[in-house]
């Protein structure tokens, strides 16, 4: 019973800081958007080739892919709060209450994932909007595949910034990872027509089987098949959670 | 039972010992206090006792329960207010409350009650709404002490309460703690390196320096343990000391000393053998030109022990630096 109220007890935690900080929120949609928008319509405007090479308009094409990056960039930065909690003494509220800190982490980890998910939810309303040949009705399932990549990468994040004790650390191990992770996803382009010796680079990326379920729902076309990538995806999650857990579960203030 | 029995305790830090093997019990409902300079090992002990460190060595049992092998029973049975705030700068004072209520396992009805009782505790009513990081450092404290109680727990541990605090808001701390402990019965196990703090809040103290405890008791105990209080006398010359030396009856002295025309004399009780030294002179027709008389301060039982004065400068140092950090 006390589990239920430690989850809710982070989620509600996560919520009432995200919607306070209303700045953040739209610094978050903007350069998703941009990329959307620069990338995508100069693409699809100079190459004219590239919409008849992937099968589809390029705009569609790229409109998973932002989704997703909106996703991961969001989740796996929320993982810094645990940084922040130990500069402003927080952690150590959590760290002594009699509760369950596997549910602490996994409150957090579920409050986080419903602020990524509401800020990918924001970039596709506007993503429709622009590109009327997305599926209106994949859309709930997309976002229930952002939702499980947000819950892994957060649980990721978590699971770093747990061992980290500067931001300024974290900050960097973010810069490192975020965009070649993003590049290297097929977010912007088909993995099919790579070179046999880079695919197995996209195959290690657990963000690919992400943007290809992701854009299966919205577009109606994939380059994996859907069953692997839920597989992936849901076993990947489960360890990154499972991670997050075990190291937060060691933390103490030694 | 005592509510915090400690036994050998040890904890390194690397080749760096921070407590080096202390002993001592806690009784139910008493305000006992750990006084010594910052580094002493005073927040070191608070913290394996919060079970958010384990020892090298020794034992420690909280609320009856080893802070080692029971830590959840022991968390849920102890408040803490730690020496750096704890709370939730993002958040109201109200939701900082309800989401501690929470996770102590209060719900409905009853948590949102005990969050409005705990609001009034504190006096933070009329700031309930407003975000923590607008809240002084005074009220930060307060809302953590009344946090640290919202569980109600058996005993509440204090990491330098009333630290970077103005005199005012310390004042009120301290009957805050003293309400607590008359009133709800509460165990209080606080640290502090002010010599009035510990003089004025606690039943009993133990004095620690370098992860050691030198004396123990209350602070009447200690102060009586390390002599008495001295009158000093100024009569003018040494043979009008040495005559009024004579006079006065040897058994309510326990030492003296002469020196220049003024008398130091130890006795058990200033207040009263200051008349008698009056009484005395005038019936010898000496005349008294200056008379003064010291107690021993907790600040001469630390000296006494430990050989050092218990210095605050690099104190205030860290203060700046912490409330730097406060403000941010």
Redesign the interface.
Known sequence: ??ER??I??ML??QL??YF??KSRVLGTIINPLMFFLFLGMGFSASMRGISAAIGVDYLAFLAPGIAVMTTFTASFIGGISVIWDRE????????????SRTY?ILGRALGDSVTSVLQTFLIMILIYAIVPSLKVGGMLFALGTCFITSLMFNSLGIAIASKMRSPEGFQLIANVLIFPLIFLSGAFYPIENLPAVVKPIFYINPLTYSVDLTRYFMVGISSLPVHLDLTVLLLLTAIFTFLSARTFNRT??? | MSAISVRNLVKKFGSLTAVDGISFDVEKGEIFGFLGPNGAGKTTTINILVTLMRPTSGEAYVAGYNVVEEPVKVRERIGIVFQDPSVDRNLTGWENLYIHGLVYGLRGEELRRRVEESLEFAELTKFKDVEVKNYSGGMIRRLEIARGLMHKPEILFLDEPTIGLDPQTRAKIWEYVEKLRDEEGVTVFLTTHYIEEAERLCDRVAIIDHGRIVAMGSPDELKQGIGKDVIYVRVGDNSSAARLLEGLNKGMLVSYKELNGVLALSVSNASKAIPTVFEVASRMGIRIEEIKYTQPSLSDVFLHYTGREMRDEEADWREVIRMRHRMR
Do not use: C, S
């Open positions: 019973m006390n109220n430690i809710y007890a509600y935690r009432r800081r306070r900080a402003f003494g927080f952690l150590k509220e959590v760290l002594v209450a009699p509760a602490a103490t203030l030694d």
